[in-house]
Antibody, heavy 122, light 107 residues
Framework: EVQVLESGGGLVQPGGSLRLSCTVS????????MSWVRQAPGKGLEWVSG????????FDADSVKGRFTVSRDNSKNTLYLQMSSLRAEDTAVYYC???????????????WGQGTLVTVSS | IVLTQSPGTLSLSPGERATVSCRAS???????FAWYQQRPGQAPRLLIY???ARATGIPDRFSGSGSGRDFTLTISRLEPEDFAVYYC?????????FGQGTRLETK
């Protein structure tokens, strides 16, 4: 059974930085692309970033481009999201999700973690 | 790619049929559409992928269809646990996008 577990959320001041982590078990991690998806309080889902299984290819939403960096360590079965220059509008639950193949697109998100809350406030 | 879901809220009773629509503009990958269910306080769950394929463990009362720009999620007979929020998603190109969600509530 696939298990996805996020960590690293918390309260951060505007302009600050935070790194989220996501550990995946039950599968060969490097066989699958991964994505981060966020959900602001009471709002819908917004895709944030994606990374291929090898880690060579990454894509980001325009709203976070230049501020957030997605990466992975396949030896540790762990996905990361380095967030900097945080804004109030980045406040959200951040979900880590596994795709069904090693490429970022043309595959859905089939396993999700429970999410970690990031609050940007002074 | 902008995904427009309708209706925003759907009020039905257990046993009834639910239909949620999603219109895409433009369409890059005609089969790269999925539907997710999100219950309160829970993470989204994949229901349907590749427009009409059911994900593992999803009951057969859930079905997906679509062609061109229009995609549909149908729940044939609503069970109490089906009252939740539903999102469509396209995953054919960057950025991956979601519809705004449809809340299915008990009438």
């Amino acid at each position: 059974e696939v298990q996805v577990l996020e960590s690293g959320g918390g309260l951060v001041q505007p302009g600050g930085s935070l790194r989220l982590s996501c550990t995946v078990s039950g599968v060969t991690f490097s066989d699958y692309a991964m994505s981060w998806v966020r959900q602001a309080p009471g709002k819908g889902l917004e895709w944030v970033s994606g990374i291929s299984g090898s880690g060579k290819d990454t894509f980001d939403a325009d709203s976070v481009k230049g501020r957030f960096t997605v990466s992975r360590d396949n030896s540790k079965n762990t996905l990361y999201l380095q967030m900097s220059s945080l804004r109030a509008e980045d406040t959200a639950v951040y979900y880590c999700a596994k795709l069904t193949a090693a490429i970022i697109f043309i595959t859905p998100l089939d396993s999700w973690g429970q999410g970690t809350l990031v609050t940007v406030s002074s | 790619i902008v995904l427009t879901q309708s209706p925003g809220t759907l009020s039905l009773s257990p046993g009834e049929r639910a239909t949620v629509s999603c219109r895409a503009s433009p369409v890059i990958c005609p089969t790269c559409f999925a539907w997710y269910q999100q219950r309160p306080g829970q993470a989204p769950r994949l229901l349907i992928y590749d427009t009409s394929a059911r994900a593992t463990g999803i009951p057969d009362r859930f079905s997906g269809s679509g062609s061109g720009r229009d995609f549909t999620l149908t729940i044939s007979r609503l069970e109490p646990e089906d009252f939740a929020v539903y999102y469509c998603q396209q995953y054919g190109t960057s950025p991956i996008t979601f519809g705004q969600g449809t809340r299915l509530e008990t009438k």
